[in-house]
């Protein structure tokens, strides 16, 4: 697809602590970024981390005003820079997952007679039913969720229909909870949305639809039938349909940018507001994953992306609609035992050089001789278990490891069970896969060493500090030509690459492949041990 270079595409991102943009021009070539910080830019608010913790400790929220007067802000700011919005063809973006908005009635004429010579929060002052947004990071709805999982038959039934067991932090477990604690203000609210949508709503100067992607995260929608669960809406609240009307293609074309912008910030009559989704739908577009792909976030919490074809929901992990292309799947695993796990190791067995430890991986042949770790030293998600697990070739446990078998075995669990429960979830190496490795584990490349040889694919490094962003501006331009067949892929094609790291070692299939079934094995063990 050929794009004039002077023209420009915007991905904004509305995440936990900071409202984010970036353009790019027709090259892709990002030419400008932004950021407006919740706690430092907007102090009003008074929140930590963007968000309010309540005093249960469990239920969080985010003031949906300070959304809207950061995008005032950030706009000010580009406007103030010099930036030019006549350049800009398309617009889209994405939202922090499963936080929810409550519209009050009136609202959506408020949003389509905006008035271009006043700030977008003073208009919509009285717009929301519900002032503080519940966020992902709530976990307040753990009745909602034992009540919807109960009337549908169960954790797997709901997955079966949804993509994930019930979550507290899921949308319909949320807009359950204020429809039975909140009900004045439930009654109040004409239009339910996402923060994705939200978030649209205001560039569209109406009531944006969700989008399949982030429609995914609520435990609400059919993920096969792409339409709300009948069995689901009703376990939730009577007629809820009516406040969230029926869900699009995450690559639809909302219609173009309210006359609000065209006005006070100069956007052209023509610039297209393409749906928003969720931030990590957003990640996968913005690292440019393929069918067959899967992206490891190394971090505090270790994250796994998958692009995969045929979804086979469990009650572990989640699997969304795919942002990119509305035939696939992206599943996500999130592991809480990451790199303070390997920090701790690092510490306890290398001194704490980063050098020692790789020099100690090095040192030990791949497959560890059969030493197979597990090492959960907080509660993990994925499974539900926790403690450190030692086995030696026969499976019999043993208490230590010798300092190199124990770096080994860390490296190598942690990677064994990033492919067990990718596969459960119907994960498949196809011809072509690459392993996109981010975060910061991912600049040790005796680490990705390992990676690549349990997967058996090579390992390419990204930059992905602003991912969600730039899956936004990249989801924009794709927009504009994905009704005519053109695919994600070719639409970013002059994007800029990962970079290869390292590559499978020879033979290294025919040690992970038997080492896989017994991690799976052991892990089992270790699960019915712990909850036992």
Same mark, same amino acid.
């Given at each position: 697809?050929?794009?004039?270079?002077?023209?420009?595409?915007? $991905?904004?991102?509305?995440?936990?602590?900071?409202?984010?943009?970036?353009?790019?021009?027709?090259?892709?070539?990002?030419?400008?970024?932004?950021?407006?910080?919740?706690?430092?830019?907007?102090?009003?608010?008074?929140?930590?981390?963007?968000?309010?913790?309540?005093?249960?400790?469990?239920?969080?929220?985010?003031?949906?005003?300070?959304?809207?007067?950061?995008?005032?802000?950030?706009?000010?700011?580009?406007?103030?820079?010099?930036?030019?919005?006549?350049?800009?063809?398309?617009?889209?973006?994405?939202?922090?997952?499963?936080?929810?908005?409550?519209?009050?009635?009136?609202?959506?004429?408020?949003?389509?007679?905006?008035?271009?010579?006043?700030?977008?929060?003073?208009?919509?002052?009285?717009?929301?039913?519900?002032?503080?947004?519940?966020?992902?990071?709530?976990?307040?709805?753990?009745?909602?969720?034992?009540?919807?999982?109960?009337?549908?038959? $169960?954790?797997?039934?709901?997955?079966?229909?949804?993509?994930?067991?019930?979550?507290?932090?899921?949308?319909?477990?949320?807009?359950?909870?204020?429809?039975?604690?909140?009900?004045?203000?439930?009654?109040?609210?004409?239009?339910?949305?996402?923060?994705?949508?939200?978030?649209?709503?205001?560039?569209?100067?109406?009531?944006?639809?969700?989008?399949?992607?982030?429609?995914?995260?609520?435990?609400?929608?059919?993920?096969?039938?792409?339409?709300?669960?009948?069995?689901?809406?009703?376990?939730?609240?009577?007629?809820?349909?009516?406040?969230?009307?029926?869900?699009?293609?995450?690559?639809?074309?909302?219609?173009?940018?309210?006359?609000?912008?065209?006005?006070?910030?100069?956007?052209?009559?023509?610039?297209?507001?393409?749906?928003?989704?969720?931030?990590?739908?957003?990640?996968? &577009? $913005?690292?440019?994953?393929?069918?067959?792909?899967?992206?490891?976030?190394?971090?505090?919490?270790?994250?796994?992306?998958?692009?995969?074809?045929?979804?086979?929901?469990? =009650?572990?992990?989640?699997?969304?609609?795919?942002?990119?292309?509305?035939?696939?799947?992206?599943?996500?695993?999130?592991?809480?035992?990451?790199?303070?796990?390997?920090?701790?190791?690092?510490?306890?067995?290398?001194?704490?050089?980063?050098?020692?430890?790789?020099?100690?991986?090095?040192?030990?042949?791949?497959?560890?001789?059969?030493?197979?770790?597990?090492?959960?030293?907080?509660?993990?998600?994925?499974?539900?278990?926790?403690?450190?697990?030692?086995?030696?070739?026969?499976?019999?446990?043993?208490?230590?490891?010798?300092?190199?078998?124990?770096?080994? &075995?860390?490296?190598?669990?942690?990677?064994?069970?990033?492919?067990?429960?990718?596969?459960?979830?119907?994960?498949?190496?196809?011809?072509?896969?690459?392993?996109?490795?981010?975060?910061?584990?991912?600049?040790?490349?005796?680490?990705?060493? =390992?990676?690549?040889?349990?997967?058996?694919?090579?390992?390419?490094?990204?930059?992905?500090?602003?991912?969600?962003?730039?899956?936004?501006?990249?989801?924009?331009?794709?927009?504009? =030509?994905?009704?005519?067949?053109?695919?994600?892929?070719?639409?970013?094609?002059?994007?800029?690459?990962?970079?290869?790291? =390292?590559?499978?070692?020879?033979?290294?299939?025919?040690?992970?492949?038997?080492?896989?079934?017994?991690?799976?094995?052991?892990?089992?063990?270790?699960?019915?041990?712990?909850?036992?």
């Amino acid at each position: 697809m050929a794009a004039p270079a002077d023209c420009c595409y915007l $991905g904004f991102d509305f995440s936990t602590q900071q409202l984010k943009v970036v353009a790019i021009d027709g090259n892709l070539q990002v030419t400008n970024q932004s950021n407006v910080q919740f706690d430092s830019d907007l102090p009003e608010f008074r929140t930590q981390g963007g968000v309010h913790i309540h005093e249960d400790r469990l239920t969080v929220t985010s003031p949906v005003h300070m959304w809207v007067k950061a995008l005032d802000l950030i706009l000010e700011k580009m406007k103030n820079a010099g930036f030019d919005f006549s350049n800009v063809k398309a617009l889209s973006g994405s939202g922090q997952q499963h936080g929810s908005v409550y519209w009050r009635k009136g609202a959506r004429q408020a949003l389509q007679h905006l008035d271009p010579g006043r700030d977008l929060h003073s208009m919509l002052q009285g717009s929301f039913a519900v002032q503080d947004s519940p966020v992902w990071m709530d976990s307040s709805t753990t009745e909602q969720c034992q009540c919807l999982e109960s009337a549908v038959g $169960g954790a797997q039934q709901l997955a079966d229909i949804t993509g994930s067991r019930a979550y507290e932090r899921f949308t319909g477990n949320q807009i359950a909870k204020i429809h039975q604690f909140q009900t004045d203000k439930y009654n109040e609210t004409e239009r339910i949305s996402l923060v994705s949508s939200f978030a649209a709503s205001l560039f569209l100067g109406d009531y944006a639809a969700i989008d399949y992607s982030d429609g995914s995260g609520m435990n609400l929608m059919d993920i096969f039938t792409k339409k709300w669960s009948q069995p689901c809406m009703n376990a939730t609240v009577p007629q809820l349909a009516e406040k969230l009307k029926e869900p699009k293609p995450s690559t639809a074309v909302l219609g173009s940018v309210s006359p609000y912008f065209i006005e006070r910030f100069g956007f052209p009559e023509d610039c297209k507001v393409v749906a928003f989704t969720g931030d990590n739908p957003g990640s996968l &577009a $913005g690292m440019r994953l393929q069918e067959g792909d899967i992206a490891v976030s190394l971090g505090t919490s270790d994250t796994v992306f998958l692009w995969i074809k045929e979804p086979r929901p469990t =009650v572990e992990g989640h699997i969304f609609c795919n942002p990119v292309d509305c035939h696939s799947y992206m599943a996500l695993i999130c592991y809480k035992n990451g790199s303070l796990t390997r920090e701790r190791i690092r510490n306890e067995c290398a001194e704490g050089s980063w050098e020692g430890f790789s020099r100690a991986l090095r040192s030990v042949p791949i497959g560890n001789n059969g030493n197979i770790g597990i090492y959960f030293d907080a509660m993990e998600i994925t499974p539900p278990a926790v403690g450190v697990h030692r086995f030696d070739k026969h499976g019999r446990w043993v208490a230590t490891f010798t300092r190199e078998v124990e770096i080994r &075995a860390l490296v190598e669990g942690q990677f064994l069970a990033k492919r067990v429960h990718a596969q459960k979830l119907g994960y498949k190496i196809i011809p072509g896969t690459r392993v996109l490795a981010t975060g910061g584990a991912s600049s040790n490349k005796d680490i990705l060493q =390992v990676l690549s040889d349990v997967f058996n694919a090579p390992v390419y490094t990204i930059d992905v500090a602003n991912s969600a962003c730039l899956g936004g501006a990249y989801r924009a331009m794709h927009g504009l =030509v994905a009704e005519s067949g053109v695919s994600f892929a070719e639409a970013v094609r002059k994007a800029p690459g990962a970079q290869l790291a =390292v590559t499978p070692t020879t033979g290294a299939e025919e040690i992970y492949g038997p080492l896989l079934k017994r991690y799976a094995e052991l892990e089992e063990k270790v699960l019915k041990d712990t909850t036992g």
